[in-house]
């Protein structure tokens, strides 16, 4: 079945940048997502990019995706304390006729000061 | 405000012990879905709903059942809770269609079964 693949952690410093990688499997993809769920709540939408995109730019985030190796990242540029959370990749595809939304086990970022 | 709203928040119980986690939306969605949260193992799909009356299967279904019995509400049912149940639960809903299918997410519920 369709799998998603995340590294557990990454560490920074304020104001560095943090990329969070993510490989998927399912060559249908669609969309592709990067949620972020902060301590004791739930997951909320940061961005998504349409499989026919590579870059997506949005203020800090920059989202870039490789369909070739099925490759997808999440560059957050001057990293703040309040960035720390788990990061989740997600894929939704036509193999499972767009019903399913498949999850990466989630990079948590930490961020020091 | 839009939201979803899952209850209880916290929950500790007893294995054998039947339990309901609620979840409501107010934002007219007809998709709505169950995730499990667990650490390594990201979020998995418990059960989901495409619309009132129509419940299908996610990828760990067993030891749960769901009823969409009206478009606001898809409770989960834990008939005989196991220890292995213990988790992080999360509620779930969107639109239906092929849209960018950005999911709403409730805050969880975090049960623990002794």
């Known amino acids: 079945g369709e799998d998603v693949e995340q590294s557990l952690f990454l560490s920074v410093r304020e104001g560095d940048s943090s990329v969070i990688n993510c490989t998927y499997t399912?060559?249908?993809?669609?969309?592709l997502y990067w949620y972020k769920q902060e301590p004791g709540a739930g997951l909320q939408l940061l961005t998504y990019i349409f499989s026919n995109m590579d870059m997506k730019q949005d203020q800090r985030l920059t989202v870039l995706l490789n369909k070739k190796d099925k490759h997808l990242s999440l560059r957050i540029a001057d990293t703040q304390t309040g960035d720390s959370a788990i990061y989740f990749c997600?894929?939704?595809?036509?193999?499972?006729?767009?019903?399913?939304?498949?999850f990466g086990t989630g990079t948590r970022l930490l961020v020091s000061p | 405000e839009a939201q979803v709203t899952q209850n209880p928040r916290y929950l500790i119980t007893v294995t054998g012990k039947k339990l309901t986690v609620t979840c409501s939306q107010n934002m007219n969605h007809e998709y709505m879905s169950w995730y499990r949260q667990d650490p390594g193992l990201g979020l998995r799909q418990i059960y989901y709903s495409m619309n009132v009356e129509v419940t299908d299967k996610g990828d760990v279904p067993e030891g749960y059942k769901v009823s969409r019995k009206e478009k606001r509400n898809f409770p989960l049912i834990l008939e005989s809770p196991s220890p292995n149940q213990t988790s992080l639960y999360f509620c779930a809903s969107r639109t239906s269609g092929a849209n960018t299918g950005e999911l709403f997410f409730g805050e969880g519920s975090r049960l623990t079964v002794l």
């Open positions: 399912d060559s249908s993809s669609t969309y």
């Open positions: 997600a894929e939704r595809g036509t193999n499972t006729g767009f019903q399913k939304l498949v």
